[in-house]
């Protein structure tokens, strides 16, 4: 079993745009992951590129940054954070702007681990 599990659920905003929602699930009991971890972690595979992604959950930076870079070809990229929402890191649409924040409740799935 990876250390890492990704979780895509579809999700709206609380203002009723679409989005993809990818959660991250670090399944070590101590919940400490290393770099290696991240060799061979695949995105689920029924990602539509043409909706925005958020990705939520804790984990290191550097596995965000992974992350970030592996949903590029999405129309958007966002990160969670708890005090704002949903923020905007990348972005192939004119309609959704770079430090966009998206306010968003966390789908019902992700505490279901």
């Known amino acids: 079993m990876s250390a890492i599990q990704l979780q895509l659920i579809p999700h709206k905003t609380q203002c009723g745009h679409p989005y993809q929602h990818l959660h991250i699930h670090i ?3 101590n919940g400490i992951i290393i770099p290696s971890d991240i060799q061979g972690l695949e995105l689920p595979r029924k990602i539509d ?3 925005g992604i958020v990705i939520e ?3 290191p930076i550097w596995l965000y940054g992974y992350l970030v870079h592996e949903c590029h070809p999405a129309a958007w990229v966002g990160c969670y ?4 929402g949903a923020i905007v890191v990348a972005t192939h ?3 959704i702007n770079i430090s966009q924040i998206f306010k968003i409740d966390l789908p019902d799935a992700t505490f279901q681990k």
């Not at 954070?81 to 704002?84: H, V």
């Open 81 to 84: 954070d708890t005090r704002l």
């Open 49 to 51: 590129y043409s909706q």
């Open 57 to 59: 959950g804790k984990g």
């Open 27 to 29: 399944t070590n009991p």
């Open 93 to 95: 649409t004119p309609d």
